[in-house]
């Protein structure tokens, strides 16, 4: 068995489930990837990059909350079998009254998450940073395909979906957007008007879960994915989603998706695990339930 580190473990005291609101929950899957592999690898490489960050995020301390990592979830057998183990296990955390953050793997860890998520309550909206739309019906011949999470999302779980940093999509996932009422932000809009004063309808349910695919960013900030799309927002325009779409809202769940780590480019898997410590501390600061 390979030995990996509880999140941040190097700045703060390991905490007991019952006594943690992140519990993190790694998630080696690779089995749909279309382009550059390695996501079964990403976990493990946010969890040893997590060693080197600070516990001041700039702002607050989010591991004060407490921070739980679990031990990895069986990617063995089909995919219906790996999303059902990653269901259950969110829905647990959920149960508990727990934030779970699921660390991926390939973007279809995310329908499990979303399924064990809206088990207890259908009243969620999905946010998503991502290059692409992940709205296709099916891929590569699979409905569970990374490229099919967020149809699976508006169709199968009826979520109301909103979408930051797209830049590249398929006629069908165009159509797709206007048959679900996807809103959005891309990164062509983004780069020619910038935020908009108020980012998420009025409409939007107030309880959130953000899916967050590394190859959202601009390559210049995270290179290893495996499919790394130029003309993606920079980190600050992220953080500045981040907490927009946070604000005056309340996060039942994250994931980050979608590092395939390579040897020589230790900043990616940095920068992801400052990702999810910074969303932490947009959730600390700026969420309904304080």
Known sequence: MVYLPDFLSSECSLREPDQALFHIIPVPLEQTVSYGGGTARGPAAILEASQ???????????????????????????????????????????????????????????????????????????VQLDAHADLRETYQ???????????????????????????????????????????????????????????LPEDFPKKIYITLDVDGFDPSVIRATGTPVPGGPSWFQVMQFLDLVIRGRQVVGFDVVELAPQEHDPASD?????????????????????
């Open 141 to 199: 011949g699979s409905r569970l395909s990374h490229a099919c999470v967020a149809r699976r999302a508006v169709a199968d779980l009826g979520m109301p979906l909103f979408q930051f940093g797209v830049r590249a999509m398929s006629v069908e996932e165009v159509k797709s957007r206007q048959r679900y009422k996807v809103r959005s932000l891309d990164a062509q809009q983004l780069y020619r008007e910038g935020f908009p004063a108020a980012l």
């Open 52 to 126: 080197q960050l600070e516990a001041w995020d700039g702002a607050s301390e989010p591991h004060v909350l407490g921070i739980h990592t679990q031990a990895p979830v069986d990617c063995s057998g089909s995919m219906d079998q790996v999303l059902g183990r990653i269901r259950s296990t969110v829905a647990s955390v959920v149960k508990q009254q727990r934030i779970p953050v699921t660390l991926g793997g390939e973007h279809s860890v995310t329908i499990g998450a979303l399924c064990g998520i809206t088990a207890a309550d259908k009243n969620i909206g999905l």
């Open 270 to 290: 940095f920068a992801a695990a400052q990702l999810i410590y910074n969303t932490m501390g947009f959730i600390q600061r700026l969420t309904l339930d304080k």
